[in-house]
């Protein structure tokens, strides 16, 4: 499966943003998929997961209550959608798909896709 992320951008704290994921070349209903992201000089990290029917979701304490993780099977594309921005949310922000949400929260994945910069101005 390829998967490729868009929707990053350079936005005021306190505002919003919403990061899509699109995949093809895949089975992307039967997958579960999540985002990661990597900030300036630090190692990558969970943010949130999904299971294959949308069923289960888990998301990093980090953002917890500000992002929410979605996803479209009818249009194989996956959603992070992000409120309450602050600027330690910047950061470039990835997709990747995994066998159930236990795996993407251990970034035992089995895809990964190019990433979206998200920039949060103070």
């Known amino acids: 499966v390829q998967l490729q992320a868009y929707g990053g951008g350079l936005v005021q704290a306190g505002n919003s943003l919403t990061l899509s994921c699109a995949a093809s070349?895949?089975?992307?209903?039967?997958?579960?998929m999540g985002w990661f992201r990597q900030a300036p000089g630090k190692e990558r990290e969970f943010v949130a997961a999904i299971s294959w029917n949308g069923g289960n979701a888990h998301h990093a304490n980090s953002v917890k209550g500000r992002f929410n993780i979605s996803r479209d099977n009818a249009k194989n594309t996956l959603y992070l959608q992000m409120n309450s921005l602050k600027p330690e949310d910047t950061a470039v922000y990835y997709c990747a798909s995994g066998v159930g949400v236990r795996d993407i929260v251990r970034a035992d994945l089995f895809a990964w896709g190019q990433g979206t910069l998200v920039t949060v101005s103070s």
């Open positions: 070349g895949g089975t992307f209903s039967t997958y579960a």
